[in-house]
């Protein structure tokens, strides 16, 4: 089952990402990523783009000793695949974001809730098009292939 689709941030990345934190957290994120949509359906899953790198840039940073994430910003010919929709208010899309640490007890979801701060400077980072799965037996990983039920 595809669990979430995404823009997946390799090991550079991440070190730049975790260089500009101001406080790591207990918990770093397991894949840092930016989710573009949350259990996709059929029509949700783009193999157009998957496995292909794109430039993103860190745009904002925020802090509430429970979840510590920036905010992203990215071309506009990746804004029609973001379809990341706030749960509680189905008709806006939430802020495109990247969780970079945790407390103990948070979670990952709750970095939308962020009082993201603008960055000095934008930072460019690349990161590539993926789907994190879940299989039949309860493995998860990422994968830059197309998608097939």
Known sequence: MLKYEGIFFDENAVDVIHSLETKKLDKINDEIHCTF???????????????????????????????????????????????????????????????????????????KNLNFKPLKNPVKIIGKFGYWIKDIGGEEYLSYEPYNK
């Open 37 to 111: 949509k949350y259990h996709p359906n059929d029509n949700e899953i783009f193999n157009d783009i998957v496995g292909k790198e794109f430039e993103v840039y860190l745009v904002g940073y925020a802090n509430d000793g429970k979840n510590s994430g920036f905010e992203i910003s990215f071309s506009s010919d990746l804004k029609s695949y973001y379809i990341n929709y706030d749960e509680e208010n189905p008709e806006m899309l939430k802020i495109p974001h990247i969780t970079a640490s945790l407390a103990k007890e948070a979670k990952a979801k709750d970095t």
